[in-house]
């Protein structure tokens, strides 16, 4: 069954195309820079051991094009994979805000792209582009059946007591005002990999994705039991260009003593802050080479960004009285070697203890990057949020 995954964010589109059950898949690829300057598309077709790679620059103005021109790759040319559209039997769409509405793989009808709309002002940065592409997908693929794979699904097993703020009840009642959480695919994926790697029936885990959006899970026993964003994906930890926890009263202040609009206040808190706002790069990479010149901005950045996770690990050491494992994941958690290191430094009363060396020759897979005696694991677990997305879309499809 050929199933095509989709998981647009604010300015990519990833994709991966699947011959299910075989779970690598027959292509992939990156949009990047969708809207900005030096858009560009890397698509891969994978043909037995080999790799055949298509690079091209040329500027993507939305998403509804960056998929069109994916559409192209697949199916023309010399390293076409299908040849008409009707070869994909399904369409699965990574969806980050589903509300309280969703706790499973759901197939896209008018009422569910109703729903997704609704929870525009809540996810402003993903849940238009998602909805842009689920329509775009439902004009080319006719055929296939549209399904939306939702980052909130994972944590509606979250209790009341971490779900709800200390508001009066009628706001979560009449405006649905409570956490929601995000990244759960991610936070699924890697936690029920953790699981098999550990081999225990019950776990305690903390799963960490570290990428353009940031986000810690507590898990108990394959569930989430407390996660850092909340009632949208902003709060939490320090992001690429989010903020991450502010006190309100900021927004108070702003708008009474500094005219801000609205629109002002969620621009600067979604595209102006976190690493962007204060070390002036929304790419770790880049942060990175800033500070190794010296740049005080961007270390300050790294500092703030370590500092936000540790006191996230120690609450929820707390909630999940130990842990089993922490875990690893997304572009920084993979790849940012240091960062891990400065997270970890220091935290042997909790039972977390890195071997440092191990830690620095991390190359992919799955790898225990603590001491032997530490009691609890590091892990590094590959995210793999489109191969999630393709099971639970099968899954459905059998049912
Ligand atoms: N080698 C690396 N060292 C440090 N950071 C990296 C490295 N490779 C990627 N990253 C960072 O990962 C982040 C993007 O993560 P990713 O999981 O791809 O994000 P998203 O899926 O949200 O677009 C960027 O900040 C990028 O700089
Ligand atoms: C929910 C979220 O923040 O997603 P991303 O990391 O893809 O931006
Ligand atoms: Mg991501």
Redesign the pocket.
């Known amino acids: 069954m050929n199933i095509l995954v989709i998981?647009?964010?604010?300015s990519?589109l990833k994709y991966q195309l699947f011959n299910m059950p075989v779970p690598s898949p027959i292509s992939s690829g990156l949009v990047e820079r969708i809207g900005i300057e030096g858009s560009y598309i890397k698509h891969i077709v994978f043909k037995g051991t080999e790799k055949f790679i298509i690079e091209k620059t040329a500027f993507i103005a939305d998403h509804g094009e960056g998929l069109k021109q994916v559409l192209a790759l697949l199916s023309e040319g010399e390293l076409a994979v299908i040849a008409t559209p009707d070869d994909i039997n399904a369409v699965g769409h990574?969806v980050?805000?589903g509300g309280e509405n969703f706790s499973g793989p759901t197939l896209i009808t008018a009422e569910v792209k109703d729903q997704i709309k609704k929870l525009f002002s809540l996810?402003p940065?993903?849940n238009p582009v998602n909805l842009k592409c689920i329509e775009v997908a439902e004009e080319t693929f006719t055929k296939a059946s549209q399904v939306a794979i939702f980052?909130t699904a994972f944590h509606q097993s979250i209790p009341q007591q971490a779900f709800r703020y200390a508001i009066p009840e009628q706001y979560y009642k009449e405006e649905g005002i409570r956490v929601y959480g995000?990244?759960g695919t991610?936070h699924k994926y890697v936690s029920e990999q953790a699981v098999q790697w550990l081999d225990k029936k019950e776990s305690k885990l903390i799963s960490i994705?570290l990428?353009?959006?940031?986000?810690i899970t507590a898990i108990r026993n394959g569930k989430s039991v407390d996660t850092s964003?909340g009632f949208g994906?902003l709060s939490g930890l320090m992001?690429?260009t989010?903020s991450g926890d502010i006190d309100p009263s900021v927004i108070f202040h702003l708008i009474e003593h500094a005219g801000y609009s609205l629109n002002q206040l969620s621009t600067l808190f979604n595209k102006e802050s976190g690493l962007l706002g204060v070390g002036g790069s929304s790419d770790m990479r880049d942060i990175r080479k800033l500070a190794a010149s010296g740049d005080e901005q961007a270390i300050l950045a790294l500092e703030l960004y370590a500092y936000r996770i540790k006191k996230f690990i120690g609450a929820y050491a707390a909630i999940l009285n130990g842990m089993d494992a922490i875990i690893f994941t997304?572009g920084v958690g993979e790849n940012d070697r240091d960062m891990r290191e400065t997270v970890c430094d220091e935290l042997a009363y909790l039972g977390i203890e890195m071997d440092k060396e191990a830690n620095q020759k991390y190359n992919g897979g799955i790898m225990d990057v603590s001491v032997s005696n530490s009691k609890v694991k590091i892990l590094i677990i590959p995210t793999n949020e489109e191969y999630e997305i393709a099971s639970q879309c099968y899954r459905l499809m059998q049912m």
């Open positions: 998981n647009s964010g604010s990519s990574r980050v805000h996810a940065l993903h980052d995000f990244h991610s994705h990428g353009n959006g940031c986000s964003m994906p992001m690429g989010r997304a």
